[in-house]
């Protein structure tokens, strides 16, 4: 077989982008090599959402280029959000390249690196897709690798919010869901082959359903069917955007036993003023009403969010807005950023006011604030017992295995060496907190387990 070297940036759904790929590229006679040296293909799934991985994925071309001049028969693709959001112009940066893709042009991979072999004439392939719905066809025979036990499962794709500061809406179009029955289907599948966890992936996840199914079934009506289908021990799903939480789905957490009690949900912010030159479409004060009755209706919900610090005009007063929301919900863990301005949104027509330094201080307080709260709230965790789902073998020293507690805390933990394998459910105690991750070691089989 021929050999392909990938690499993705950015969110789960390029993750689950990348697989697809390498599904598509292993049925046109490709394997994975994790040597780019060996490669006869190249590919870069991209992120665009900040300014940061754009450059990092520029430096990385720029390490690639040689490989190319060696070897003139090697094939380079870069795919994803920059491939979308700059098109042609990326040939112009980059002349090595054979193709590019946006992520609505998957499926033509194959095509593509077709067309590479046979005329050397780049392609790029940017439009999107016209058809009503979201729709991944299956792919008869087998895949290159199984399944972990944790599996991403795309349900809608898009963004019909346009939020001020951000690219997906841009990158990748208008919210299109999938039928359910699709869905349905390649759960089973995933279940069969030995995923025991299956996390829904969207950009605005909680979107799902909204328009266009010739079958319409609500989000949280699919979180029942996906939930019923056996052998799914775990549920989750991402990212969600406050305004799609309904009360059924609120209900859907104290209801059903395999969706985790964990909850992403981005507010990006504090202060009124700046959610709404945001476009967010809500207040603090909604946010928070709404976080009061998921912890009403689940006690032990956890919470994770996006914040960005530095969005033009933030007030010292505005961002301190942030802080005191940050404290109030207790997120146990946070994306931070500091706002940097994003080709095409409407934010990028703001004045950039708030100096890079000031943006760097408040990047770092949010940062110190979020780590003394996931301290704070592992600590009710510590020297319990808790249940892990194990992903696999643990990278840090002294841990055997490495898996996840429903709350979505990391947990690296020794003992069980010859008895358990990735996939089981255990019990773990506590020992020790790492930022957002427990040390512990392996206390007894959880119940039920290897059904
Ligand atoms: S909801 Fe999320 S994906 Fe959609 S525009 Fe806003 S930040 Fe972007």
Redesign the pocket.
């Known amino acids: 077989m021929k050999q392909v070297y990938m690499d993705t940036f950015g969110c789960q759904m390029n993750v689950a982008d990348s697989d697809r790929m390498e599904l598509l590229l292993f049925h046109s006679g490709y394997a994975r090599t994790a040597n780019v040296e060996e490669a006869d293909l190249i590919l870069v799934n991209t992120c665009s959402i900040r300014e940061k991985a754009e450059q990092k994925i520029f430096s990385l071309f720029g390490n690639l280029k040689p490989l190319k001049r060696n070897n003139p028969g090697l094939v380079m693709g870069l795919t994803g959000c920059l491939a979308q959001q700059e098109g042609e112009v990326l040939l112009k940066k980059m002349p090595y390249l054979d193709f590019i893709l946006g992520p609505d042009a998957v499926e033509r991979l194959p095509a593509a690196v077709e067309r590479a072999l046979s005329c050397r004439e780049p392609v790029v392939w940017t439009g999107f897709d016209r058809a009503k719905n979201y729709a991944i066809p299956e792919v008869e025979g087998e895949g290159p690798v199984n399944p972990g036990p944790s599996a991403f499962v795309n349900i809608v794709k898009g ?1 019909d ?3 001020s500061f ?1 690219v ?2 841009f990158t990748r179009g208008r919210e299109k869901s999938r039928e359910a029955e699709e869905i349905y289907a390649e759960v089973r599948r995933l279940v069969a082959r030995g995923a025991r966890e299956i996390v829904l992936l969207g ?2 996840v909680n979107a799902y359903g909204k328009r266009g199914l010739d079958k319409p079934v609500a989000f949280h009506e699919l979180l029942y069917g996906v939930a019923g289908i056996p052998g799914v021990k775990r549920l989750r799903f991402t ?1 969600s ?1 406050p305004r799609d939480v309904t009360r059924d789905l609120v209900r859907a957490f104290r209801d059903i036993d395999a969706l985790m009690d964990h909850l992403h949900l ?1 507010v990006q912010s504090g202060n009124d003023r700046i959610l709404d030159l945001m476009r967010r479409g809500h207040t603090a004060r909604e946010y928070l009403d709404l976080v009061a009755e998921l912890k009403s209706e689940v006690p032990d919900i956890a919470l994770s969010t996006d914040i960005i610090v530095g969005f033009p005009g933030e007030t010292a007063a505005e961002f301190e807005d942030t802080l005191e929301l940050m404290e109030r919900v207790g997120f146990d863990s946070s994306y931070l950023f500091a706002y940097s301005p994003r080709p095409n949104t409407p934010a990028a027509e703001f004045e950039d006011s708030v100096p890079e330094e000031t943006k760097r201080a408040r990047l770092q307080k949010v940062i110190d604030l979020q780590n003394r709260i996931t301290l704070a709230n592992g600590g009710k965790f510590l020297g319990r017992e808790v249940d892990v789902l194990i992903e696999g073998r643990a990278a840090r020293h002294g841990a055997h295995f490495k898996g996840r507690v429903p709350q979505y805390w990391l947990v690296n933990f020794s003992g069980g060496e010859d008895v358990l394998r990735p996939g089981d459910i255990v019990k773990v105690k506590t020992e020790e907190i790492l930022g957002h991750v427990f040390k512990g070691r392996y206390a007894g089989q959880s119940t039920p387990n290897r059904q």
Do not use: I, W
């Open positions: 963004c919010k346009f939020c951000c997906v809406p950009q605005n990212t955007h981005p």
